[in-house]
């Protein structure tokens, strides 16, 4: 399945491909995500990328008709090259089913466990997760998570071990329904979870 990434409109495909008819302004390009993928942007507008560095992030999470996702981030100083001696930032996000209708979206350091794939061409042995470039963005956060398909409305929104988070949630179709339509969507504001950490958000 994919979603409309300006719209949430959920489609679904069939096992022998199927063609669809996607309405687009004409300064716009049709923009899809994938089922089971997590998107990380920053959403602030700036005259240039170098603008963006300390700014917070938006994952975008479009559930699989399995009702999980995955997506990666990779950050380094895009200037130098110091990504070689290990100075950047490797994660994974995941969402995965807990309980009958509940959702745990984690954030893991991938660098960590696999030293030796994180730099083309350069195998490291080991990987500091407090190094010169994870320093220097050590306040960059999460400032919204948005969740596409999720099967109900939640009853609870917390930061694992914490209080609860302020959220909004839309009707909408469930990625694990057989139609289509504008999903549903769960829209958690400023988690206040910091990209150098690991991290759990449980909802319920």
């Known amino acids: 399945m994919y979603y409309d990434y300006f719209t949430n409109f959920a489609y679904r495909g069939t096992a022998k491909g199927k063609e669809i008819t996607v309405p687009s302004a004409l300064h716009q390009l049709p923009l899809f995500l994938r089922g089971g993928s997590i998107l990380a942007t920053r959403e602030r507008p700036r005259r240039s990328s170098s603008l963006m560095y300390r700014d917070p992030f938006t994952l975008k999470i479009a559930l699989s008709q399995a009702g999980t996702a995955k997506g990666e981030l990779y950050l380094d100083d895009g200037v130098t090259y110091d990504h070689t001696k290990g100075d950047f930032i490797w994660r994974e996000f995941s969402a995965n089913k807990a309980g009958k209708k509940g959702l745990r979206i984690t954030s893991k350091d991938l660098a960590t466990a696999n030293p030796g794939e994180a730099v083309d ?24 998570v ?59």
């Open 121 to 144: 061409g350069v195998a490291l042995t080991t990987y500091n997760p407090a190094n010169k470039f994870v320093e220097s963005i050590s306040d960059v956060r999460i400032e919204k």
């Open 146 to 204: 948005v969740i596409l398909g999720l099967a109900a409305k939640p009853s609870s929104v917390k930061v694992d071990g914490g209080d609860e988070l302020i959220w909004e949630y839309t009707t909408g179709v469930s990625s694990m329904d057989k139609k289509e339509g504008n999903a549903s969507v769960l829209v958690i504001k400023d988690p206040r979870v910091l990209i150098k950490n690991d991290w759990a958000i449980v909802i319920r």
